[in-house]
């Protein structure tokens, strides 16, 4: 870019605990400027603005979309929101960041979907651990060949911050977070992972749901990781799941498990995926994410070190640092911004790029909680991912 061309102008729709790391990522893009955030009022959006340094500050999104400075919106506002913010977005005709789920059910998601690609705007979810080095260089091992064919998978996405009952969040509450808690807010990144990685999708599943906490008491805050509230506190029924096991089938004959769950003391952010292949077995860590384990039967079990000098060329380029430097989940989220915004600047007829989930990514995601949740109610059947 020179330096007589315009930044591309990114926008901000919800800042809370996720929006603030949209616009770090941004920010060290370098091509491109944080322009505003709009929030559910004007005097809280004009703080935070401040605070963060940024120039405009709106008091809804309708006001940050019909912004002429703002090409590039990122929707981080809670799921309920989802679909009226990215819709008005798409139809403004501005390039839409999402972050996961799309929206709260499936028609909502094939909605945005097809308008997006209408539109012919650039469209993304935030499906994050994707931008992760050695995520990219179990991905490229796989398609090499380097384990043989996949035939295994066992994910896990493990967290305990709901797990004393005086912790709330509106992800718990089916009108602002949707019908299911723990499958659509970290299921689906385990989902997304998994399919990424061993390319190819997920065609039937059998899940398993329970909700371990059915009543918490809160009172009345509903901001996530806030930790044990406090003060006059209120009882509220759960429905949602905060457990869940589920059997996966892959297209391609993988067959596997996922477990999820929120309540689960001394989990913190516990991702972890592992594919077996007829030759060699690979197990990624998400809170140990500079290694990668690869096992084999007929040589020793070795541990690859995040170092772009030893991965594969293409999952090299997604590392910023030298061996021994630990990256973190920041250029993770980082990684995949950069590939959203390179796309912006290519244009949205070019290529998608190959770590960035489209709307219509993103929209098999909410199909595939959609089955686990259908296999739960009907007494834990084998169910079809139903794709339209
Ligand atoms: N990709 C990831 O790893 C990841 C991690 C955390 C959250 N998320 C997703 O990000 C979204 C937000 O989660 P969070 O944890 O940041 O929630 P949060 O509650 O911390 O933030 C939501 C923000 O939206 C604002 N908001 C509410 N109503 C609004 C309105 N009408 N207009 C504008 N702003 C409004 C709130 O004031 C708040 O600042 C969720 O969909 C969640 O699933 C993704």
């Known amino acids: 870019m020179s330096a007589a061309q315009k930044k591309i102008g990114m926008g901000l729709i919800g800042p809370g605990f996720i929006g603030m790391h949209h616009i770090d990522a941004v920010r060290r893009l ?18 935070k603005a401040d605070e963060a340094g940024i120039p405009h500050a709106y008091g809804s999104p309708e006001e940050l979309i019909a912004d002429p400075d703002v090409d590039v919106i990122h929707n981080t506002t809670p799921n309920h929101l989802h679909f009226p913010v990215s819709m008005a977005a798409i139809e403004a005709g501005k390039h839409i960041v999402s972050e996961k789920p799309l929206a709260m059910d499936p028609d909502q998601c094939r909605r945005l979907r097809d308008a997006a690609k209408a539109a012919g705007v650039v ?20 398609a090499a060949g380097e384990i043989g064919t996949p035939v295994f998978v066992k994910g896990q996405y493990l967290q305990d911050w709901l797990t004393d009952d005086k912790t709330y969040s509106w992800r718990l509450d089916p009108k602002l977070g949707g019908a299911s808690s723990a499958l659509a807010d970290i299921g689906s990144h385990t989902c997304d992972l998994a399919e990424h990685v061993i390319g190819s999708k997920i065609v039937s599943v059998l899940a398993d749901l329970g909700t371990i ?50 309540v689960l003391p001394g989990h913190k952010n516990d991702l972890q995926l592992e594919i077996n292949g007829r030759t060699a077995s690979l197990h990624w860590v998400q809170e140990k994410q500079n290694e990668l384990w690869i096992g084999r039967y007929n040589a020793a079990n070795a541990i690859l070190q995040k170092d772009p000098s030893l991965m594969l060329p293409a999952a090299a380029k997604y590392a910023h640092l030298p ?30 790029p190959e770590i960035v989930s489209t709307f219509a990514d993103a929209t098999h995601i909410t199909e595939i909680v959609d089955a686990m949740l259908r296999s739960n109610a009907a007494g834990n059947v084998w169910m079809n991912v139903e794709g339209k």
């Open 30 to 47: 370098g091509f491109a400027e944080v322009v505003a955030l709009a929030d559910h009022k004007a005097d809280s959006a004009r703080i």
């Open 123 to 142: 469209n993304a979810v935030m499906f994050n651990y994707r931008g992760n080095p050695l995520v990219q260089q179990m991905r490229d091992m796989i």
């Open 213 to 262: 906490v059915k009543t918490r008491y809160t009172n009345g805050s509903s901001h996530a990781f806030s930790g044990t509230q406090s003060g006059d506190l209120k009882p509220v029924e759960i429905a949602g799941e905060d457990i869940a096991t589920v059997m996966l089938r892959f297209e391609n004959g993988v067959r596997g498990t996922i477990t999820v769950g929120q």
């Open 323 to 352: 061996g021994g430097h630990q990256e973190a989940w920041t250029d993770a989220f980082y990684n995949m911004v950069k590939a959203i915004y390179g796309w912006v600047q290519a244009g949205p007829s070019s290529p998608q």
